[in-house]
Nanobody, 112 residues
Framework: QVQLVESGGGLVQAGGSLRLSCAASGSIFSINLMGWYRQAPGKQRELVAGITRGGSTAYADSVKDRFTISRDNGMVYLQMNSLKPEDTAVYYC????????WGQGTQVTVSS
C-alpha cells in the first residue's frame, strides 16, 4: 500500500511560480514511476509530467520548458514557472508500483 499527499498548491498570478510536492509513504520501494496529472473543468485528466526511478522525465507539450519534475527518494516535486491561467486545475500526484496510486489533489489557480 502506498499513500500520496500533495502540497504546495494555491493561488498565484500569471507569470508566477509554484512548487508542488508529493510525499509518498508506505511501500514506497515498490514504486517505479511517479508523476503529476491535472484536471481542469471540462477537460480530461491529463499527464503533466512523469519521472522514472532512474530519473528519466517526460512532459506534456503544454508545460514543456516551464515545468520541471524531480524526485528525491519518496518525494516528487513539480516546479511550475511562468504559470498561465490555463494551468489552473486540480493537480494529482500519481505513482505506479504493484498498482496505481493517487493523491487527493491540490488546487492550483492562476489569475490573469
Amino acid at each position: 500500500q502506498v499513500q500520496l499527499v500533495e502540497s504546495g498548491g494555491g493561488l498565484v498570478q500569471a507569470g508566477g511560480s509554484l512548487r508542488l510536492s508529493c510525499a509518498a509513504s508506505g511501500s514506497i520501494f515498490s514504486i517505479n514511476l511517479m508523476g503529476w496529472y491535472r484536471q481542469a473543468p471540462g477537460k480530461q485528466r491529463e499527464l503533466v509530467a512523469g519521472i522514472t526511478r532512474g530519473g528519466s522525465t517526460a512532459y506534456a507539450d503544454s508545460v514543456k520548458d516551464r515545468f520541471t519534475i524531480s524526485r528525491d527518494n519518496g518525494m516528487v516535486y513539480l516546479q511550475m514557472n511562468s504559470l498561465k491561467p490555463e494551468d489552473t486545475a486540480v493537480y494529482y500526484c500519481n505513482a505506479h508500483g504493484v498498482r496505481e496510486y493517487w493523491g487527493q489533489g491540490t488546487q492550483v489557480t492562476v489569475s490573469s
